[in-house]
DNA sequence: GTTTTTGTTGATTGATCAGTCAATAAAAAA
DNA sequence: TTTTTTATTGACTGATCAATCAACAAAAAC
């Protein structure tokens, strides 16, 4: 069976076995065993390609801020305006293929694991980073820096607890009811007060 | 050494062990053994008096919700009018008490693990309730009833938020910060409008 | 003063897993 | 064709831990 080249397919194929796993049991006590089974191999073959568990798990969380960021980058380069920016921001976190239950249940895992691993809580600062840095992208131009800051922070606030409720409560809130609450929050928001507060 | 009516305070002494255990670690990774021993008894003993590890588990994040509800109710009871109650229920979840750093990892894994035991889902299931009524009770009054139901919905998963980041990197926001969101999403609201929607 | 109840532990068991390694086999290079 | 590289696994090891249990001790009940 062995052919030549199969290193990039079997690390995307335990990488998405990996967010399964973690997305089907809600946390990281995932064996690897499971996710190499998953992935139609041997728990060797797993660590063979990423070393110790905790080197496939870094990658997983990785590979999930990549994508997250990718589709940023995309939906950010559409906006037109300051407050398109915002909203495409938010979109985006609540978007399908992010705001998917495995998604959602790996990164909360990764959250929690984050209070023990320096390697992935310098992931999620990276990924902290990026969301503040893209929501005051659009703030900026709207408000005052210290409440455009504050808002930044709310929102980010917003998205993770809304991250949070769904992964409890199966499904609840679905995306457009999570979007609906952010919007509504920016609506009552004083935009464009950036002079003169 | 054995006295008799060491039963209450052994359960308190090993639920506050689970808390700063877990606190610590900031996951529920936490052997049985590390428990006890900070509680200064062998995890022998832990069994005999809570059975499984499990149940132990869910005895300390009963007995987290219990605090939280017993800090909500005497809050409550001293707020004047319906906007003091929203803000009660935010200070107490922003406390001295609530808001330290072992709580709040506390209350993460238990999050997380909710996912996995269908027990400690039905308790925070019972928190969300017990939360979301303390602020439609402030809410209700001042908003119609769509707007109230979207604003204590905002709050809920704002304070969620603010936990998960709070856990995170540590000790930032600070309660006064986190407060100061809230309040500043209040302030934002079209409070009084009970009628005119 | 014997018995029962309550408190307590050390030692042990059994299960689970991460991680290793030697062995196998196909492909590629020599 | 031989050798090396890449892909792959089954079997094993060692560590960790939850859970159990037999045994001991102090207090209370009898």
Redesign the pocket.
Known sequence: ???????P??RKALIDATILAIGERGSL??????I?GRA??????A??YF????DLLEATMRYLLTELNADARLALRAAQTPLQRVSAVVAVNFSEKQFRSETIAAWLAFYVEAQKSQALRRLLRVYARRLHSNLMSGLAPLLPPAQAERAAETIAALIDGLYIRRALRDGLPDAATAVALVEAYLANLPLGTKGRA
């Open positions: 069976m062995p052919k030549v080249g199969m290193q397919l079997r006590d995932v064996t690897m065993s499971e190499a139609g191999v041997s728990s060797a073959l660590h063979h070393g110790a568990k905790d």
